[in-house]
């Protein structure tokens, strides 16, 4: 917890947690919407667990392997916690959002009182590639059918769309992201999914750049699912969540199979363990959930509402700027954006630009950010993408608006 006497948000007070500013004092980090920097309080849980209680969890009887499953089930609380589950058996631990939208997939896609040959999925245009492909493969397998979902041109759902899709009766999972990683846009979820209950279809969002920014209620979003990731919320790469309401998770074939997933194995048959552990097979990522439950315990510590305050006021300020730089093109103007642009500059390639502030100590991201059908569709090959974090200045804004200016009129 941070103490009451720091002013209500001082960035420069979150930041000396993260030791990767004091190696690299001069960095200007924007590329949180690929991974957020890590603090001590998530660097310290991992030793901790590695020092103190290194252990495999569920199966041994002596003092570490209690101590192991103690803190592993312990995370799994506290992800409950974070999102407002109903129940910690609720949560499904994960590599990361990929791999949860992957497991939903090969779970609930392949399980025949969930779809059949014929049925529809929605997938809107704004999705990361990791909640189209897994649809897309479970259609080759299933002979489902996927519906791409139109934007407006602001870069917002498309309701009207929405609700001609909904329309059909074979319609049965919406796929859609609580935020875009390529242009930011935030959608409403809550009333996405009454919307889509009243047709029976179900609603899978993938929260992995709302996650760090937003708060977050599955039961008041009213989701069947929601996924996420901990790297992108200061937490451990390889571990993350997927929330499965129970009366869906109870119906849910294995995916994996191996040990810890399993009640009775004979040669005769094999008897499945409940959920959650029927969906995680092996050794689970232990010090990955330990770290993961540290960075949301950190984050819950903090006053939300001045943090997104504070990365609102950044993000006004990154806008503003570029408005005032000549050739830059905005992309994206939903009414609710987390804090992150995607921006062009024809004929100036986006990747030429990115080098030149990598050499000004500036961290940003190149590409079609796992977006291609997103980006196809606004007419470019590829944007810079500038994302910020509670850590960020408003001297990090300066500098990388006075660095870009400056690149562009070297690269005109």
């Given at each position: 917890?941070?103490?009451?006497?720091?002013p209500?948000?001082?960035?420069?007070?979150?930041?000396?947690?993260f030791?990767?500013?004091?190696?690299?004092?001069?960095l200007?980090?924007?590329?949180?919407?690929a991974?957020?920097q890590?603090?001590a309080?998530?660097?310290?849980?991992?030793r901790?667990?590695?020092?103190?209680?290194n252990?495999n969890?569920?199966?041994?009887?002596?003092?570490?392997?209690v101590?192991?499953?103690?803190?592993?089930?312990?995370?799994?609380?506290?992800?409950?916690?974070?999102?407002?589950a109903?129940?910690?058996?609720?949560?499904?631990f994960?590599?990361?959002?990929?791999e949860?939208?992957n497991?939903i997939?090969n779970?609930?896609?392949e399980?025949?009182?969930?779809?059949?040959?014929?049925?529809e999925?929605?997938?809107?245009?704004?999705?990361?590639?990791?909640?189209?492909?897994?649809w897309?493969m479970?259609a080759?397998r299933?002979?489902?059918?996927?519906?791409?979902?139109?934007?407006?041109?602001?870069?917002e759902i498309?309701?009207?769309?929405?609700?001609?899709?909904?329309?059909s009766?074979?319609?049965?999972?919406?796929?859609?992201?609580?935020?875009?990683?390529?242009?930011g846009?935030?959608?409403?979820?809550?009333?996405?999914?009454?919307?889509?209950h009243?047709?029976?279809?179900?609603?899978?969002?993938?929260?992995?750049?709302a996650?760090a920014h937003?708060?977050?209620?599955?039961?008041?979003?009213d989701?069947?699912?929601?996924v996420?990731?901990?790297?992108?919320?200061?937490g451990?790469t390889g571990?993350?969540?997927?929330?499965?309401?129970s009366d869906?998770?109870?119906t849910?074939?294995?995916?994996q199979?191996?040990?810890?997933m399993?009640?009775v194995?004979s040669?005769s048959?094999?008897t499945?363990?409940?959920?959650?552990?029927?969906?995680?097979a092996?050794?689970?990522?232990?010090?990955?959930?330990?770290?993961?439950?540290?960075?949301?315990?950190w984050?819950?510590?903090?006053?939300?509402?001045?943090?997104?305050?504070h990365?609102?006021s950044?993000?006004?300020?990154?806008?503003?700027?570029?408005?005032?730089?000549?050739?830059?093109?905005i992309h994206?103007q939903?009414?609710?954006?987390?804090?992150l642009?995607s921006?062009?500059?024809?004929?100036?390639?986006?990747?030429?630009v990115?080098?030149?502030?990598?050499?000004?100590g500036?961290?940003?991201?190149?590409?079609h950010?796992c977006?291609?059908?997103?980006?196809h569709?606004?007419?470019i090959?590829?944007?810079?993408?500038?994302?910020?974090?509670?850590?960020n200045?408003?001297?990090?804004v300066?500098r990388?608006?006075?660095?870009?200016?400056?690149?562009?009129e070297?690269?005109?």
């Amino acid at each position: 917890m941070f103490d009451l006497a720091v002013p209500r948000f001082d960035p420069c007070y979150y930041r000396a947690q993260f030791a990767i500013f004091a190696h690299h004092p001069d960095l200007v980090y924007l590329d949180n919407a690929a991974t957020t920097q890590k603090p001590a309080a998530v660097l310290d849980a991992e030793r901790q667990y590695y020092e103190y209680c290194n252990a495999n969890v569920h199966r041994g009887a002596h003092r570490l392997a209690v101590a192991a499953t103690d803190a592993f089930e312990g995370a799994r609380a506290t992800v409950a916690r974070f999102i407002n589950a109903a129940s910690c058996d609720e949560i499904i631990f994960t590599r990361g959002t990929t791999e949860a939208i992957n497991l939903i997939a090969n779970t609930f896609g392949e399980s025949p009182e969930q779809l059949s040959a014929g049925d529809e999925i929605i997938v809107s245009t704004l999705e990361h590639h990791a909640n189209i492909v897994p649809w897309q493969m479970l259609a080759q397998r299933r002979g489902v059918l996927i519906k791409p979902l139109n934007l407006t041109t602001e870069g917002e759902i498309d309701l009207t769309h929405l609700a001609q899709l909904l329309a059909s009766p074979r319609a049965r999972l919406l796929a859609i992201s609580h935020a875009s990683n390529a242009i930011g846009s935030i959608q409403d979820i809550r009333a996405i999914c009454q919307l889509a209950h009243q047709r029976d279809c179900k609603v899978l969002v993938d929260g992995a750049q709302a996650i760090a920014h937003l708060p977050v209620d599955v039961r008041a979003l009213d989701c069947d699912f929601y996924v996420f990731s901990g790297h992108k919320a200061y937490g451990p790469t390889g571990i993350g969540a997927a929330y499965i309401r129970s009366d869906i998770l109870r119906t849910l074939p294995p995916w994996q199979g191996g040990g810890e997933m399993i009640a009775v194995v004979s040669f005769s048959g094999t008897t499945y363990a409940s959920p959650p552990q029927r969906l995680e097979a092996g050794t689970p990522p232990i010090a990955q959930a330990v770290g993961l439950a540290a960075a949301l315990d950190w984050l819950s510590g903090l006053d939300r509402e001045a943090m997104h305050a504070h990365e609102s006021s950044l993000h006004r300020q990154l806008e503003d700027g570029l408005r005032q730089i000549p050739g830059v093109v905005i992309h994206g103007q939903a009414r609710q954006k987390v804090s992150l642009t995607s921006m062009s500059f024809a004929p100036i390639h986006p990747y030429d630009v990115a080098q030149f502030l990598d050499n000004r100590g500036i961290a940003v991201r190149v590409g079609h950010h796992c977006a291609q059908p997103l980006i196809h569709s606004l007419g470019i090959s590829g944007t810079l993408r500038a994302s910020l974090a509670l850590y960020n200045t408003a001297d990090d804004v300066n500098r990388f608006l006075a660095a870009l200016s400056e690149t562009l009129e070297i690269l005109a």
